[in-house]
């Protein structure tokens, strides 16, 4: 992993073989993440988000990102992106130690192991921009998800009861966070 504050960048092979790059998100990255996004919502039912950005408005979170020294990764295969992760900085003083973590990957992108990798890469952006703590929330039924975040150290700080209601049911959204020491 190349480890500076301002470019961190992870390459390394899958498990089918795939060479993979983590790297800052840029501007002309919009157009494969605002296609993938789309695919995600009309196919699953584990990503907080209903409507697509169009391109520019997508140009521009990228851009308040960067500006606001957030963490958005693209997860790149073949110069083309299949994911992102993000970590969104509390924009009070008093909680710029936290950051809010979002993820998905696209369904071709999904079962290589990659989760993993956005994991450690995530964690080593944070200890670079000295975070105290890292929040994200989970579906109950996203079990995969859960199991890694506990892998890597995140623990539930509480959970929302019936909090979501898709595809004719109730799940409940279980809020977790990682500490640094």
């Given at each position: 992993m190349n480890k500076t504050k301002e470019r961190l960048v992870m390459n390394f092979t899958?498990?089918?073989?795939t060479e993979v790059t983590l790297r800052p998100?840029?501007?002309d990255d919009a157009f494969d993440i605002i296609t993938n996004v789309q695919d995600i919502i009309q196919q699953g039912?584990?990503?907080?988000?209903?409507?697509?950005?169009?391109?520019?408005?997508?140009?521009?979170f990228i851009q308040e990102m960067i500006e606001k020294d957030n963490m958005y990764v693209a997860v790149d295969i073949g110069g083309h992106v299949v994911g992102?992760?993000?970590l969104i900085r509390g924009d009070l003083k008093?909680?710029?130690?936290?950051?809010?973590?979002?993820?998905?990957?696209?369904?071709?992108?999904?079962?290589?192991?990659?989760?993993?990798?956005?994991?450690?890469?995530t964690l080593e952006w944070g200890?670079?921009?000295q975070l105290h703590k890292i929040c994200l929330t989970v579906f109950a039924e996203n079990?995969?998800?859960?199991?890694?975040?506990?892998?890597?150290?995140?623990?539930?700080?509480?959970?929302?009861?019936?909090?979501i209601y898709i595809d004719g049911k109730y799940d409940d959204e279980i809020f977790m966070a990682y500490f640094y020491e």
């Amino acid at each position: 992993m190349n480890k500076t504050k301002e470019r961190l960048v992870m390459n390394f092979t899958a498990k089918d073989g795939t060479e993979v790059t983590l790297r800052p998100a840029v501007k002309d990255d919009a157009f494969d993440i605002i296609t993938n996004v789309q695919d995600i919502i009309q196919q699953g039912r584990y990503i907080q988000k209903e409507k697509v950005r169009t391109i520019e408005e997508e140009q521009s979170f990228i851009q308040e990102m960067i500006e606001k020294d957030n963490m958005y990764v693209a997860v790149d295969i073949g110069g083309h992106v299949v994911g992102i992760a993000r970590l969104i900085r509390g924009d009070l003083k008093m909680k710029r130690h936290t950051a809010l973590f979002r993820t998905w990957l696209s369904k071709d992108a999904q079962g290589k192991g990659l989760g993993k990798k956005i994991m450690e890469y995530t964690l080593e952006w944070g200890r670079i921009h000295q975070l105290h703590k890292i929040c994200l929330t989970v579906f109950a039924e996203n079990k995969v998800a859960k199991q890694l975040y506990e892998r890597y150290g995140f623990v539930t700080e509480g959970v929302q009861r019936e909090q979501i209601y898709i595809d004719g049911k109730y799940d409940d959204e279980i809020f977790m966070a990682y500490f640094y020491e």
